[in-house]
C-alpha cells in the first residue's frame, strides 16, 4: 500500500503564472500543493497535494473528524490553498477531505467530469461568493411599558406580566428579522445571480450567544460587489433586537455545483 493518497482541493481552469503561485503554497499537512493536469489537455487542472494515507483512510479519516484540533488544520489549509488559487483563476471548491488514491484516479475524475466542470467554472468566472447572516437578540431590544394599573400587583400577577413583555418583545425582534430578510432578499434579486440556503447555525457551530435565523450565501458578479455589500449592510437599520453580518468575498464554496444539484440552493436568476 502506498503511504501517500491524492488530496484535491480544487477543480481549476489552468492560467498564466498559475503553476508559479502553486509551487509557493503547502496545503494540508503542510504538503506542497501541485496541479494536476487533465487527460485530453490543460485547460482544465486539479490542484492537489501529496498526504498520508494514514490519516485520510476511511476508518482512520472517520476519526481524525472528530479531532477539533486536527479538524481545524486541515479545514484552515485546505480554503487558505483554494482562496490563493482563486486570486489567479476561477476555482470550483471541493469538499474538506476529498481524496483518492492517486494522481491517476484524480485524473480520471476530472476527465470524466470534464463538461460539467467547464461549464460551471464558465458560470462563476468574474463571480464571488458572499455570506449573509441575521441574528436576532431579543435581549437588546427594549420592553414597552405596561400601563401602571392600581396598586401593586401580586407577585404572580406580576411574573405574568413580565412573560408577556418578554413574549412581546421575541416578537417583535422575530417580526422585524423578516424584514431585514426581506430586505436582504431584494438586495440579492438585484444584484446577485444565485442563492444558496444554508442550515442556521447552531450549538457548537453558533459562537454567539444570539439566535441565527438566516444563513445565505450569494454569487455576486465582481461589479455588483460594492452595492451588494452596501445594501446588505443596511438592511437592519432602524431595526432593534437584529444585526445583519455579512462576509466575503468567497471563492465560491457554495456554488461549485449547479443550483440544483447544490444543498439547500435556490436557482437564479434571483435569489
Not at 477531505?97 to 460539467?116: F, I, N, P, S, W
Not at 435581549?139 to 396598586?151: F, H, L, Q
Not at 416578537?171 to 444565485?194: I, L, S, T
Not at 455589500?229 to 462576509?247: N, W
Request: hydrophobic share 40%; net charge negative.
Amino acid at each position: 500500500m502506498n503511504d501517500l493518497v491524492t488530496y484535491v482541493y480544487a477543480v481549476a481552469r489552468n492560467a498564466d503564472r498559475l503553476e508559479e503561485l502553486i509551487t509557493a503554497l503547502n496545503g494540508v499537512a503542510d504538503a506542497p500543493v501541485r496541479l494536476v493536469p487533465g487527460s485530453h489537455d490543460n485547460t482544465l487542472v486539479l490542484v492537489a497535494s501529496h498526504v498520508p494515507a494514514q490519516d485520510f483512510q476511511e476508518d482512520a479519516l472517520k476519526q481524525r473528524l472528530e479531532d477539533l484540533d486536527w479538524l481545524e488544520a486541515v479545514a484552515r489549509a485546505h480554503h487558505a490553498v483554494i482562496e490563493a488559487v482563486a486570486t489567479h483563476t476561477t476555482v470550483l471548491p471541493l469538499r474538506l477531505a476529498t481524496v483518492y488514491l492517486d494522481d491517476t484516479r484524480a485524473r480520471d475524475v476530472l476527465g470524466g467530469e470534464q463538461a460539467v466542470f467547464t461549464d460551471r467554472l464558465e458560470r462563476l468566472a468574474e463571480h464571488v461568493e458572499w455570506g449573509v447572516k441575521i441574528y436576532v437578540e431579543p435581549s437588546t431590544a427594549p420592553a414597552a411599558a405596561e400601563p401602571r394599573r392600581g396598586a401593586d400587583l401580586s407577585p404572580g400577577r406580576a411574573y405574568l406580566r413580565s412573560r408577556r413583555q418578554q413574549q412581546s418583545v421575541r416578537d417583535n425582534v422575530y417580526q422585524a428579522a423578516r424584514q431585514a430578510a426581506d430586505v436582504v432578499e431584494g438586495v440579492g434579486r438585484r444584484h446577485a445571480v444565485e442563492r444558496a440556503r444554508h442550515r442556521v447555525q447552531q450549538g457548537v457551530l453558533a459562537d454567539t450567544a444570539a439566535e441565527n435565523v438566516v444563513n445565505d450565501a450569494y454569487l455576486v458578479p465582481l461589479a455588483q460587489c460594492e452595492e451588494f455589500r452596501a445594501g446588505v449592510e443596511r438592511a437592519a437599520d432602524g431595526l432593534q433586537g437584529v444585526r445583519v453580518e455579512v462576509t466575503g468575498p468567497w471563492a465560491p464554496y457554495s456554488f461549485a455545483m449547479p443550483p440544483a444539484e447544490t444543498d439547500d440552493a435556490s436557482p437564479g436568476p434571483r435569489p
